[in-house]
């Protein structure tokens, strides 16, 4: 039977796009490496209609099928089990923008397409597509619709979603839904793709997105701001919409401990105010405008000075040109990577309302050192959006695999009643994938996870698309 579906593979998209031997580690394995499955086999089609074909051999066979772009996913969705008897689906050989249209500010491209390409080709056509990530060198954009990713950018321009006008989706069945549209109003029946949009690959395949286009700003300017607190961060956060309106680009806030870890683990990259006492938080903001670079200044200068006069702000730098925005743009990115280096950690990726963020910082922190002594909160995020990386590195001495091992679910149990009373999401833009499947059902409602079951029964009967991701029964 299996080798009936292998032979049936080779002969849909060529032998060599069939990998059932040698290393597949890069498929089978999750970007934090902690999670490693075992395909049937990697399949890689290079056009739709070889992915209905790959779909349609896998439903006749009754085979999982997972998809995969560029395996960046942190919620573990784009691994096979260990079974064997699944197969990767991997969409990187569809990487064809199919058409630009600068007048429409819209542009089709192929789920496999590395997102930084297509802001490069954006903007080489003087149009800016905004979705930002710290892995968009390798993520693709199928993969960002699947996960409805966020972000750097989401405080403006909101997150993959909301980039999103139409999907081509190759349905469980095999069929092909041709929905890609560069329609801004469209109110015919069900939304169909915001339902494939965030399914992390559980519904269907997404081969092809009509995506929005923004024009380019004029001037971008990009600030590093210490803070003497949370509460002054928010408080900035308020300065900077009144001042700047809706060329607020990025808001982003990270904790001492999490820039200590980029000095101590990049010490290449200079980071403003490291070790400042004075700065227990430091804030990345951008501001894209519009009008000329000068008018752009000013307005910046006015914040600051605002922001000074109010005690939010104890000290900043302004980036005096692309290079040095860049350099400070690096250092927040570079963040994931440092905690990496440090060792195993415990991440979260949470919303709250911002407003009450400083209660549930001051909260969180305080119960979390109380329960578990020495623990170190490597905190930073997109505090412009709501959404935190609220993450916990073992204690400096000692085993980390073993405070993985003793204290991994009583930290997400901490972390995620405490979101919970606050009235925040555990999950705000990484996905639920396997990770997150079982507090899903600990911390959706009831009747939320039943009309989730309907919606994955009607699309998926036969249970083969990403089993065992976001729903687990
Ligand atoms: P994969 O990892 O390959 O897949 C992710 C999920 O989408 C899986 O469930 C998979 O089955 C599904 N999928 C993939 N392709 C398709 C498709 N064509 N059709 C249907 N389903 C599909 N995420 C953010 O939101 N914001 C951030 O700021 C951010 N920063 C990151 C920084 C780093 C250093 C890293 C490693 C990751 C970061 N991520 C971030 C997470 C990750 O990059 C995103 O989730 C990204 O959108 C995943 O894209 P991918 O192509 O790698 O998808």
Redesign the pocket.
């Known amino acids: 039977m299996t080798t009936t579906l292998l032979d049936t593979l080779r002969t849909l998209v060529g032998p060599a796009n069939v990998l059932a031997d040698g290393d597949l580690t890069a498929w089978e394995q ?3 490496r902690r999670v490693r499955g075992k395909a049937l086999a990697v399949v890689r089609p290079a056009s739709t209609q070889e992915v209905a074909a790959v779909v349609k051999a896998c439903a006749a066979a009754g085979t999982a099928i ?10 573990v ?2 691994t096979p089990d260990d079974s064997g008897t699944q197969i990767v689906l991997s ?1 990187t050989r569809m990487n064809t923008v199919r058409s630009i249209d600068t007048d429409n500010l819209t542009m089709t491209v192929e ?2 397409c590395i ?1 930084q390409n297509l802001q490069d080709v954006a903007q080489n056509a003087g149009v800016l597509f905004p979705l930002s ?4 060198g ?15 950018q989401v405080v403006r321009y909101g ?2 979603r909301d980039l999103c006008l139409g999907l081509e ?1 190759v349905t469980a069945s095999g069929d092909i839904w041709n929905g890609l549209t560069g329609l801004r109003k469209d109110n015919t029946g069900y939304d169909l793709r915001d339902l ?1 949009i965030g ?4 519904l ?4 092809a997105a009509t995506l929005k286009l923004y024009p380019e700003p004029a001037a971008r300017l990009t600030a590093w701001a210490a803070v003497p607190s949370m509460e002054h961060a928010v408080a900035l956060l308020g300065l900077a919409h009144k001042h700047l309106g809706a060329g607020l680009t990025g808001f982003e806030v990270m904790g001492q401990f999490a820039l200590s870890l980029v000095g101590k683990h990049m010490p290449q990259l200079r980071v403003p105010f490291l070790g400042d006492e004075n700065a227990p938080w430091c804030v990345l903001l951008e501001n894209s405008d519009s009008e000329s670079e000068e008018h752009a200044r000013g307005r910046f200068e006015a914040l600051l000075e605002t922001a000074f006069e109010a005690s939010c702000v104890t000290d900043a730098v302004v980036a005096e040109n692309l290079t040095q925005a860049q350099q400070l743009w690096h250092i927040r ?1 570079n963040i ?2 440092a905690q990496a280096e440090e060792g195993l950690n415990i991440k979260h ?1 949470i919303s709250i309302q911002i407003s009450r963020i400083p209660a549930f910082v001051a909260h969180t922190d305080a119960v979390l050192r109380r329960e578990i002594p020495g623990v170190r909160l490597v905190n930073f995020g ?1 505090l412009g959006d709501g959404n935190l990386h609220y993450n916990v590195q073992a204690p400096e001495q000692g085993d980390p695999k073993a405070f993985l091992r003793d204290h991994e679910e009583h930290v997400h149990q901490l972390v995620y009643d405490a979101v919970a009373e606050f009235g925040g999401s555990f999950s ?4 639920i ?1 396997e990770l997150k499947a079982d507090k899903l059902e600990k911390y959706q409602s009831p009747v939320a996870l039943s009309m989730m079951r309907a919606v994955k029964q009607a699309l998926d009967p036969q249970g083969i698309m ?1 089993p065992g ?2 729903l687990n029964r």
Do not use: K, Y
């Open positions: 999750d970007w934090r997972v998809p995969q772009g560029g395996n960046t996913g942190l919620a969705g784009s969409l789920a496999g997102l990530l710290a892995a968009e390798s993520c693709t954009i199928g993969g960002n619709l699947g996960t409805n990713a966020g972000g750097t997150n993959a989706v494939f399914s992390e690959g559980t269907g395949i997404i081969t990115e994931p990577l990726d997109h705000a833009e990484h996905g994938g990403n991701r976001v």
